[in-house]
Structure formats: C-alpha cells, structure tokens
C-alpha cells in the first residue's frame, strides 16, 4: 500500500534561471486534455500500487498557474478518485501573483490543508536576478489572501547566497519573514543545477560559489529563526510547533511514494521509475492507456543504494540516522565525534550545528 501521492503540473508562467525541474509555459497545450490525463494515470495507477493517501503534494512547476476552471476540475476530480479517509496533509506549492482569494478559497475549501509560497526574496534586486515576477507588494499581498482564507499551515519559501545578494539584505529577508509569522520556512542555500541558466553563467565564470559565504548566511539563518521559535528539523527547513512537513518527512525517511504527471518519479517496492518529462507525449501515451509507455528511466533499488539513500536524506534531519543502517566503522564515527561534526543521541547519529556545515561530507564519510 502506497500512502504518499504526488501530482507535477509543469506550468510556469515564466522560466526561472536557476530550476533544473522539469517545466515550462504553458504554450499551446490543452489544459482540459492535461488535467484529464492526470486523473487518468491517478485512477490507473492508483490500483496499481493500492494507493491510500495520508499525504499529497502537488508541485511543478507552479500548480496555481492552473486557472480556476480546472483547478477546481483537477481538486474535484483527485476527491472522486482517490479514498482520501486517511489523508492528513494536502500540499500545494504557489507562486505570488498566481492567485486571488477565489482561487485560495477554492483550495481551502477542497481540502488542500498546506501552501508553500515561492517567494525566495522580499529585495527587488535579488527578486530580478533570480527572474522572478512579483514584487515584494505582491508577495505579502499573497501572503495575507492565504492566511485570510484559514489554511492550516503556509509556508514560505526562501533562497540565500543569490549573485550579488549581501548578508544585509538576506537578514532584512529573514526579518520580514519572521515578521509575517509563517508556520514553516524552507530557507535553500543555491545549487547551480546543470541545463540552467545559472549553471551557464557559473561555468563561463559570471557567477562564484563562495563557501564561506554560503556559511554565514545558513547560521544567520538558523540564529534568526531559531530565536522565533522555529525548530530546525532538516538542514533546509524550520518549523513551528506541529507545522512539519508530513510528507517530505515520508520522503527522507524512505517511504514509497506514487508520482502522478511528466516529469513525476515513484518509488515502489524497490523500484523507482520517471514518466516522461514530456506534457504532449505524456498526455498522448496516457490517452492511449499505455503506463508502460510513460515511463522513461527505471531503476532498481538494492539494499546498498537504499541505505545510502537513508544516510544521506535522514542525516539531514533532526533525528539523525540510526546505527543500525549505518554502513561505517565505529572508528570512522568516532573520527567525526572527535572532530565535532557529529553525536550519539538515543541511538542515532545526529550532526551537530558545526556539522549541519558540511551535512553532504559527513553523510559521504559515513557510507
């Protein structure tokens, strides 16, 4: 039984340079033969995998870029397909601008429970360079609609260490957000993902990675937000008090999960497939009822890639990893106790703040 669902809608109305997802304008494609084509494969593969939801996340791309007609289509028909008795968390991510308070008292009141808002920068100039489209106006507009509308718990998304971004203006950032009193903030250090602009611009030697600055701002941001009262529960994210993410819990811990539209991966039984990152193929191989022709990239997961998978994620997180996965010597564990990087608790190995520095070397050493 499958207790995780995820639904891609790849629609953006602009490209941002940094995003290596797969997405795209919407262009020229039949909304109406999407949304059917996602409650299609949903209905297929749900008895596929005996889906039984305790979570949803819908991602993209930007699944409010959506108009209402077939939001509503998509939320209404996702209700009549799937058994939602055991459904605890409904996510959905949401870009400023992408809606009004119709649309957030549509999702409000079809049961979605969680909004993360990509809001990444309250600074013009960080806002322009990441090629975003809305003004800080419009974020805390957007903001204040969704929490006028009750949802259970909003999100805000934010990224650090941007080109040409000073530690001023991302403590300014972090002191706005905090003013606003979200439930959760995910705060990302930028990756320069291949196939981006970004990328590109790195490479031909534009743009500088910058460790030290990267460290400064990610324990600026712990300092700031665990000051509010946010816990730090993964390197990435803070939350208040019974505001976790449910379901990126589901995804570090190792649990199976059904990826539905182009783009989705799932993880099944020891299996992980991609359907095709593709929204015209994707909704032709649907309509022909082909799943087997929907999916481009299928992988095995043995029990080696499936320990070093835990170790990495679950490392992450607040709890830590327990010994009992751990593929390293005591020697080895010793050797970062001894360096200050991790420590023993309740069992498990759980990095320290000096640790949470170099979170990706640690894991690797540990392998």
Known sequence: ??????????????????????????????????????????KMRSRECNLAPETIYMGGGTPTTLSIKHLDKLLEGIADT???????????????????????????????????????SWTPTTLSTLGRDH???DARASFETLRACGFKSLNIDMMFSIPGQSPESWLADLEHTVELSPDHV????????????FFD?????EFQEDTSRDVAFFTHTTEILGQAGFEHYEISNYAKPGH???????YWSGADYLGIGPGAFTTFQGTRWRNIANTTEYINQVTRNNLAGLVTEY??????????????????????????????????INDLADEGLIKKRDGNIVLTEKGKLLADSVASHLL
């Open 1 to 42: 039984m499958v207790r995780h669902l995820y639904i891609h809608v790849p629609f953006c109305h602009r490209i941002c340079p940094y995003c290596n997802f797969y997405k795209h304008t919407p262009g020229g494609t039949d909304q109406n033969a999407f949304i059917h084509s996602l409650l299609a494969e949903l």
């Open 82 to 120: 799937v058994d939602l008795k055991a459904l605890t968390e409904w996510g959905i991510e949401a870009n400023p601008a992408t809606f009004k308070r119709d649309k957030a008292q549509l999702m409000r009141d079809s049961g979605i429970t969680r909004v993360s808002l990509g809001i990444q």
């Open 135 to 137: 003004s800080p106006e």
């Open 186 to 197: 995910s705060a990302y250090n930028l990756n320069y993902e291949e196939d981006t602009e």
């Open 201 to 205: 611009r790195l490479s031909q030697g």
């Open 244 to 250: 976790h993410s449910k379901h990126n819990s589901a």
């Open 299 to 332: 992988e095995h997961i043995d029990a080696a890639a499936f320990r070093a998978e835990r170790i990495a994620l679950q490392l992450r997180t607040k709890n830590g990893i327990g010994m009992d996965i751990l593929a390293a010597s005591e020697n080895k």
